[in-house]
């Protein structure tokens, strides 16, 4: 079987499934830092977010990258019951991407809307690039 017959199969065993979860992508240009302390200042966006909908917040961390080892930036992540939301930045690039995956009652997309208004309110010069769905935690009809 030639590799674009596999792919027509394999789409069509796909379509077949059901998603247990949803993961949303956010992708970011022209990200400027509105705080020293800018890992910490989304951390706290992040929980927020996460207060503000049904998700429970488990865990919660952020590193600050001083350029030392890793670019200068951050990652934050606010671990949930049902999976989890980050956020990693790359300063100097002005980059920025966030991602909200869910496989419980809460919403990624409500989650990830409430985060990029905050975000756009605080930061003129963001832009979303990109935003993506894609079902998670694929599975046969049980």
């Not at 499934?17 to 240009?29: E, I, K, P, R």
């Not at 429970?56 to 999976?83: C, I, K, T």
């Amino acid at each position: 079987m030639n590799v674009r017959a596999k792919e027509k199969e394999q789409v069509s065993i796909m379509t077949n499934l059901q998603a247990h979860g949803s993961h949303v992508f956010l992708d970011y240009t022209g990200y400027v830092s509105p705080s020293s302390e800018d890992g910490q200042w989304m951390l706290e966006i992040l929980e927020q977010a996460v207060e503000r909908s049904n998700a429970r917040n488990v865990h919660s961390h952020v590193e600050q990258f001083d350029g030392s080892h890793s670019p200068l930036g951050f990652a934050a992540v606010v671990l949930l019951d049902e999976s989890h939301v980050s956020a990693h930045c790359y300063s100097e690039k002005g980059w920025l991407a966030l991602d909200c995956f869910t496989c419980g009652n809460s919403d990624p997309n409500a989650l990830a809307d409430d985060i990029h208004q905050k975000l756009i309110q605080q930061i003129s010069s963001l832009s979303l690039k990109r935003r993506h769905h894609l079902p998670r935690f694929l599975h046969e009809d049980e």
